[in-house]
Nanobody
Framework: QVQLVESGGRLVQPGGSVRLSCAAS????????MGWFRQAPGKEREFVAS????????YYADSVKGRFTVSLDNPLNTAYLQMNSLKPEDTALYLC???????????????WGQGTQVTVSS
């Protein structure tokens, strides 16, 4: 059974940085893709970034390009989301997701974690 567990969310001031982690267990996504999404209160879930396990291809939402970086630690079966220059509008529950496809798109993720909260406020 695939399990995804996020961690690292916290309260941070505008302009600050946070690194989120997503540990995968129950399988090895050697040819799949990990994705990060977020959902703010009262808003729909939105795609943030994704990365393929084998080639390391990445894909970002326009709203986070140049500020967020997605990466992988293959031996640890863990994905990371480094978030810099944070803005109040980045406040959301951040969720990681996984799929066995290597297409780094925003769609088609059957496996989801529970999320970790990031709050950007002074």
């Amino acid at each position: 059974q695939v399990q995804l567990v996020e961690s690292g969310g916290r309260l941070v001031q505008p302009g600050g940085s946070v690194r989120l982690s997503c540990a995968a267990s129950g399988t090895t996504f050697s040819s799949g893709t990990m994705g990060w999404f977020r959902q703010a209160p009262g808003k729909e879930r939105e795609f943030v970034a994704s990365i393929s396990w084998n080639a390391g291809l990445t894909y970002y939402a326009d709203s986070v390009k140049g500020r967020f970086t997605v990466s992988l630690d293959n031996p640890l079966n863990t994905a990371y989301l480094q978030m810099n220059s944070l803005k109040p509008e980045d406040t959301a529950l951040y969720l990681c997701a996984a799929k066995y496809s290597s297409v780094v798109s925003a769609a088609g993720y059957p496996y989801w974690g529970q999320g970790t909260q990031v709050t950007v406020s002074s």
